[in-house]
């Protein structure tokens, strides 16, 4: 695995509708690698390996978006208030470091609160000005800001960073481009998508677009492997790449999932199976474009989704990539 592709993809700067920066360090990656290789009027990365016209069109979808605030407005004190970009829970942004695209950083803090949950509304985002006036002089109202990029490893096997939620599966689509034979059977379309933690929006006009025979997502997926959780979820980190049943945007084609764990068996790929009772994913959106395609949906494992601290484990990641590779031959 080309770990340093991994760095660049997670540390680009990317709330959802401004993906430009993810888009470049792909868009790099793959230069040379595909016979082409687009972005659409949405921003959709669209890279395309030609089958030899015996097989069938397969897309491929991962986005590059990730969970952000945008500015409403400053307070005479210099205080961004803001608003949520995508599935936030303000509790696990106090304190955390955001940074906006021009480099301008952050701290987020809260309203005092006696009773309850923190709300977006109650957060606001210190960049140290001390008027309304210096804070827009720094920021513009509409501007966004994301966590600031920050790696760990953990163990052997796990890494740590704020925007796995997707960039993981950027990195796995990547990876399985990169690595196709010159002659393939089937074409297929990798899409890099935008502003998915806002509605699946950029897999569903890339969808109606691409016109696929199959469609496969990759994400990442919530786990029941830690302490105390409200819903035991089936999932564990470490033991291999999950296979998508359902989750509040599909139900995943029963003949995809079934391929899927044919394919598994065969060549030893450890995977587990997901069911997901919250969130949606791009298939949801590839599934139902046009007549209906049958869609399925690669997932890797993953802790703390949408907090700073997202956690995934580097086996799961390489069986993702064998299993999305199987499925694409
Ligand atoms: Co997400
Ligand atoms: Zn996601």
């Given at each position: 695995m080309n770990m340093q592709l991994l760095y660049d993809i997670l540390a680009g700067y990317g709330p959802s509708g401004c993906e430009g920066r993810v888009r470049a360090v792909i868009e790099r990656a793959l230069e040379g690698h595909v016979d082409s290789l687009e972005t659409d009027v949405m921003g959709n990365l669209i890279a395309v390996k030609k089958g030899d016209g015996t097989g069938r069109r397969i897309m491929l979808s991962s986005h590059m978006d990730h969970i952000g605030l945008a500015v409403i407005d400053a307070d005479k004190h210099g205080f961004l208030r803001v608003c949520n970009v995508?599935?936030?829970?303000?509790q696990k942004l106090i304190s955390g470091h955001v940074v906006f695209e021009n480099g301008v950083c952050g701290v987020v803090g809260a309203d005092e609160k006696v009773k309850g949950d923190v709300t977006v509304s109650e957060l606001y985002v210190d960049?140290?000005?001390?008027?309304r006036e210096e804070a827009l002089s720094m920021v513009s109202i509409g501007d966004m800001c994301v966590m600031q990029p920050r790696f760990s490893r953990l163990g052997e096997h796990r890494i740590a960073s704020p925007a796995m939620d997707d960039r993981i599966a950027c990195f796995v689509q990547a990876e399985v481009m990169l690595s196709l034979?010159?002659?393939?059977r089937n074409e297929i379309v990798a899409v890099f998508s935008v502003q998915e933690e806002v509605g699946l929006r950029g897999a569903t006009t890339a969808a109606y677009a691409v016109n696929p025979d199959l469609g496969i997502a990759i994400d990442v997926t919530g786990v029941?492997?830690?302490?105390?959780?409200a819903t035991k979820l089936p999932v564990s980190l470490g033991k291999g790449a999950a296979v998508k049943i359902m989750d509040r945007s599909l139900i995943c084609t029963p003949s995809v999932v079934a391929m899927m764990e044919k394919l598994a068996e065969e060549r030893n790929i450890p995977v587990q199976r997901e069911v997901l009772p919250y969130g949606g994913t791009d298939a949801g959106a590839i599934q139902k474009t046009r007549g209906g395609v049958p869609s399925g949906v690669v997932s890797i494992p993953c802790r703390y989704?949408?907090?700073?601290?997202e956690t995934v484990d580097l086996r799961d990641v390489r069986a993702a990539i064998e299993l999305v590779a199987a499925c694409v031959e």
């Open positions: 995508g599935g936030i829970r303000a960049i140290g000005a001390q008027s034979p010159e002659k393939t029941g492997d830690v302490p105390k959780v989704i949408h907090s700073e601290a």
